[in-house]
């Protein structure tokens, strides 16, 4: 290979590449990465029409571009071990099932995270407080006799992985879009959290949601390019209210320790004092001596002697941390309502007005459920349902199947009503004239068949035959509406537009308008 441009095969994977720059015009984007082969290091040039930055917390994509981070910085910086043992997974298996292992003790603190207990995958996650205490200190010998001590025995089958530092952060990019969004940003690129609670990886999987069929119908010209500026408008305000309950969610899981006596903070208050202080005139061997010493008399916190029910202090901390346990103010790992139940307030949508819209709660890090909702920008609310024709089967499916996974479709439900078929044949003119697919789903109050001369909507619908009639008995009052309204649901399964009623005016003009606005035409 040389440093001509190269071509991309669909869905291939380059691995040992790095990106070193960027470069937008108005036609495109230029990529170049470096690879080495045989000792030489070989320059490739990429011609792409948009870049999708999902390189991670530490973005080179981001950074090449200059933008920045918002929010709270260096919260917790950490020592990651990825380690196997078949003996400690199996132990616990039969012991103590889990995924998340907490471990304070007079010798050692972390946190075990089970990543495949059959096959004995573990990362470990111990604090880590440079410069007294030093990376290379934490060679895999070190790791072994530090996973020992958590484990409380030694495990004949160890094997140390990889061990890596990194620090912990709760911002978002200042922005997710650059050079006229031909450039993009997702994931952990976008926004960063600390990992409690399973933020980053839901949140990452929605921008990718989100993204994917505003970009789909870019590149099929069914919307302009600055229709992908919903896909920040959208994306960027989940993601700040993400972060902050991830932040809050991480305060709630050192509630414990701190009830234990191990406040997270006044550890990391003693490290800056060190820092601050000592670091001036004690030399760093010193310096390390002082840490540790300190950092050891805190751990006598969790002797035997001081934390037991005879003990005053001792009772005391017991008696918090089941009040803790009982009142479920720990480490909470389930958000359905964030995770379901997120609701956009603008972009590709056609909102109701400031009266419908009702500001997220001020994230608390406390579990809430998830409530199905049909206001425009929220989710398609899940409900069983039925396929409706003369050969009736008793199986189900979700509401949720109805949208296509594989293209840029719309889906619009109606109940059976003259004036909801009209507006089902309209959609189907306006998709036409826009080039973009629609599906219509006849909602249907009870089963009908062949003997009552049931013909379902085809003779309704016809020359169109992209619908489906289905059963959903209780469908309009999940949704609070009447069966005289109707929703349009985008391809990422989130509420475009619905109306509650009977819609005023020629329905044509009406979804003209609608299509028009979400898709910026």
């Given at each position: 290979?040389n440093?001509?441009?190269c071509?991309?095969?669909?869905?291939?994977?380059?691995l040992?590449?790095?990106?070193?720059?960027?470069?937008?015009?108005e036609n495109?984007v230029?990529?170049?990465?470096n690879?080495?082969?045989?000792?030489k290091?070989?320059?490739?040039?990429f011609?792409?029409n948009?870049?999708?930055?999902?390189?991670g917390a530490?973005?080179?994509v981001?950074n090449?571009?200059?933008?920045?981070m918002?929010?709270?910085r260096?919260l917790q910086?950490?020592?990651s071990v990825?380690?196997?043992s078949?003996?400690?997974?199996?132990?616990?298996i039969e012991?103590?099932?889990?995924m998340?292992?907490f471990?304070f003790?007079?010798?050692?603190?972390?946190?075990?995270?089970?990543h495949?207990?059959?096959?004995?995958?573990f990362?470990?996650q111990?604090?880590?407080?440079p410069?007294?205490?030093?990376?290379e200190d934490?060679?895999?010998?070190?790791c072994?006799?530090l996973i020992f001590?958590?484990?409380?025995r030694e495990?004949?089958?160890?094997n140390v992985?990889?061990?890596?530092p990194?620090?912990?952060?709760?911002?978002?990019a200042?922005?997710?879009?650059?050079?006229?969004?031909?450039?993009?940003?997702?994931?952990?690129?976008?926004?960063?959290?600390?990992?409690?609670?399973?933020?980053?990886?839901n949140?990452?999987?929605?921008?990718?949601h989100?993204?994917?069929?505003?970009?789909?119908?870019?590149?099929?010209?069914?919307?302009?390019p600055s229709?992908l500026?919903?896909?920040?408008?959208?994306?960027?305000?989940?993601?700040?209210?993400?972060t902050?309950l991830?932040?809050q969610?991480f305060?709630?899981a050192?509630?414990?320790?701190?009830?234990l006596?191990?406040?997270?903070s006044?550890?990391n208050s003693?490290?800056?004092?060190?820092?601050?202080?000592?670091?001036?005139?004690?030399?760093s061997n010193?310096?390390r001596?002082?840490?540790?010493?300190?950092?050891?008399i805190?751990r006598?916190?969790?002797?035997?002697?001081?934390?037991?029910?005879?003990n005053?202090?001792?009772s005391?901390?017991?008696?918090?941390?089941?009040?803790i346990?009982?009142?479920?103010?720990?480490?909470q790992?389930q958000?359905?309502?964030?995770d379901?139940?997120f609701?956009y307030?603008k972009g590709?949508?056609?909102?109701?007005?400031?009266?419908s819209w009702?500001?997220?709660?001020?994230?608390t890090?406390r579990r809430?459920?998830?409530?199905?909702?049909?206001?425009?920008g929220?989710?398609?609310?899940?409900?069983?349902?039925?396929?409706?024709?003369?050969?009736?089967s008793?199986?189900?499916f979700?509401?949720?199947d109805l949208?296509?996974?594989d293209k840029?479709e719309?889906?619009?439900?109606?109940?059976p009503v003259?004036e909801?078929?009209?507006?089902?044949r309209a959609?189907?003119?306006v998709?036409?004239?826009?080039?973009?697919?629609?599906?219509?789903?006849?909602?249907?109050?009870?089963?009908?068949s062949a003997?009552?001369?049931?013909?379902?909507?085809?003779?309704?619908?016809?020359?169109?035959?992209?619908f489906v009639?289905?059963?959903?008995?209780?469908?309009w009052?999940l949704c609070?509406?009447?069966d005289?309204?109707?929703?349009?649901?985008?391809?990422d399964?989130?509420?475009?537009?619905?109306a509650?009623?009977?819609?005023?005016?020629?329905?044509?003009?009406?979804?003209?308008k609608?299509?028009?606005?979400?898709l910026?035409?």
């Open positions: 290979m440093s001509n441009d071509q991309l095969a669909e869905r291939e994977i380059l040992g590449h790095e990106c070193t720059s960027i470069n937008a015009t495109g230029t990529v170049t990465a690879i080495t082969r045989e000792g290091h070989v320059e490739k040039k011609q792409c948009f870049v999708v930055g999902t390189d530490g973005s080179t981001r090449l571009l200059g933008i920045g918002c929010g709270k260096d910086k950490l020592i990825h380690f196997m078949q003996e400690l997974g199996q132990y616990l012991e103590k099932p889990g998340l292992f471990v003790n007079t010798e050692a603190i972390g946190v075990i995270v089970a495949d207990l059959k096959e004995g995958e990362v470990l111990v604090p880590f407080y410069p007294q205490q030093k990376f934490f060679s895999s010998t070190m072994e006799k001590k958590l484990v409380g495990l004949a089958d160890i992985l990889d061990v890596k990194w620090v912990m952060h709760a911002e978002v200042e922005a997710f879009l650059a050079c006229n969004n031909r450039i993009i940003l997702a994931g952990d690129a976008a926004h960063r959290f600390p990992p409690a609670g399973g933020f980053g990886m949140t990452g999987i929605q921008d990718a989100n993204l994917a069929w505003k970009l789909a119908s870019v590149l099929e010209r069914i919307a302009p229709f500026s919903t896909y920040e408008t959208e994306r960027k305000q989940i993601a700040v209210f993400n902050e991830s932040v969610n305060k709630a050192m509630e414990v320790p701190a009830a006596g191990l406040d997270p006044i550890a003693v490290h800056r004092t060190i820092n601050g202080t000592f670091g001036s005139f004690l030399p010193l310096q001596v002082v840490l540790d010493g300190i950092f050891s805190g006598l916190q969790l002797s035997d002697s001081l934390l037991n029910e005879t005053p202090i001792g005391s901390r017991l008696s918090k941390l089941r009040q346990f009982d009142q479920g103010k720990s480490l790992l958000f359905p309502a964030e379901l139940g609701r307030s590709a949508l056609v909102s109701e007005g400031d009266s009702t500001p997220q709660e001020t994230p890090g809430r459920d998830y409530v199905p909702s049909s206001d425009p929220s989710r398609l609310p899940h409900m069983d349902i039925q396929l409706l024709s003369p050969l009736f008793k199986d189900t979700s509401t949720l949208v296509s996974g840029v719309f889906l619009l439900i109606i109940a003259k909801s078929y009209q507006l089902a959609a189907f003119k998709a036409e004239e826009f080039k973009v697919a629609v599906k219509v789903c006849v909602m249907w109050r009870e089963k009908a003997d009552d001369g049931f013909v379902g909507s085809e003779k309704t619908l016809l020359p169109w035959r992209n009639d289905v059963i959903g008995a209780d469908w009052e609070g509406m009447t005289r309204g109707a929703v349009l649901v985008r391809p399964e989130h509420i475009a537009w619905r509650k009623s009977e819609i005023d005016g020629d329905p044509f003009l009406v979804l003209r609608v299509f028009c606005a979400i910026g035409i």
